[in-house]
């Protein structure tokens, strides 16, 4: 922020984006049509010189080396990870190769990698990139916005799990509904809240879950950013069984709400904190039970015999 008003910004956006209406003076947008992204680094190369500094958000370095200092910000962990992308459809597959392909012919187009986290760093490491290019910077959200909440002072609806996340393969949701209907048929019935869509065949599967098992699902799709705010505030706990993330920001912003958060038993959950509750994210059941332990719900144990009583028991099978 010291440096915000001395330096000038020429920022490059998708055309579709709105500007807004009141911008500081030093900022000058620029809209890029679709078609001509790949080749914008062409027109930054003739606008900078040797002094200044290109920040590319686009997970993909520049296909040339600019004169100046350039820093990639590398927020997507399936480009630079071989993660499987089954459940993806045909597009979705076709892209992210395409996208892994031009990362690493391009790696040494840029002088600085930024991640968010020690496990995104892990995986560039294993990748042959140099450490001293490894810069892991992790970005909150806005204070004001986490401080708008007051959420330790409002009232909280009980047993209330919240999941803030896409309906991408990898975040999950059907092991997380799974864990739901197991515990239904204890008798033990938590409130759940998604923020999917509901234009997807995973729409359909949790609403069919929901019917035959009574589960007590609310599915919330396109909301807007105060809105998910106000979700972590009338929320008892955030659950995120995501197998596979590059930073995890509903973490982030669960924990700088105090909200107790339930996740996977995995690097990138502990890159950024400690859960009250963890689990193994591919076992139903582990997720059941951590939402039992949570809850203060007892669990019955196997039970564990002498030889003898083993004996009389198979006996009197």
């Not at 190369?45 to 040339?64: F, G, H, Q, S, W």
């Not at 234009?199 to 599915?219: A, M, P």
């Not at 689990?279 to 939402?291: E, G, Q």
């Amino acid at each position: 922020a010291k440096y915000f008003h001395a330096i000038n910004f020429i920022i490059f956006i998708d055309s579709r984006f709105v500007i807004p209406d009141s911008i500081h003076e030093n900022i000058v947008f620029n809209k890029v049509r679709k078609h001509k992204r790949f080749i914008v680094c062409f027109v930054i190369e003739r606008k900078t010189t040797i002094d200044d500094i290109v920040l590319y958000l686009t997970n993909i370095p520049p296909i040339i080396k600019h004169k100046c200092k350039t820093i990639l910000v590398q927020s997507n962990r399936f480009v630079i990870d071989n993660y499987t992308l089954s459940g993806s459809t045909v597009k979705t597959k076709l892209r992210i190769n395409a996208e892994r392909l031009l990362f690493w012919i391009n790696k040494n187009n840029t002088d600085y990698i930024i991640v968010q986290s020690e496990s995104m760093s892990s995986v560039l490491l294993k990748k042959g990139i140099l450490k001293d290019k490894i810069k892991v910077i992790a970005c909150k959200s806005k204070e004001d916005d986490v401080k708008s909440l007051n959420i330790n002072n409002c009232h909280k609806p009980s047993n209330v799990f919240l999941y803030v996340s896409s309906d991408d393969p990898h975040k999950n949701h059907k092991t997380l509904i799974e864990a739901w209907c197991l515990l239904s048929k204890e008798g033990i019935f938590p409130k759940l809240i998604l923020t999917i869509g509901k234009t997807s065949n995973l729409y359909e599967l949790i609403v069919s879950s929901i019917n035959e098992f009574k589960l007590d699902i609310d599915i919330k799709p396109n909301l807007q950013r105060n809105e998910i705010l106000d979700l972590y505030k009338h929320s008892t706990a955030l659950i995120y069984p995501s197998l596979f993330e590059s930073y995890g920001l509903p973490l982030v912003e669960a924990g700088q709400c105090k909200l107790p958060i339930l996740a996977s038993e995995l690097d990138y959950v502990r890159d950024i904190l400690d859960p009250v509750e963890t689990f193994d994210p591919k076992s139903a059941k582990s997720i059941a039970r951590s939402l039992k332990r949570f809850l203060k719900i007892k669990e019955e144990k196997t039970k564990i015999v002498e030889a003898n009583d083993f004996i009389n028991s198979v006996i009197d099978l």
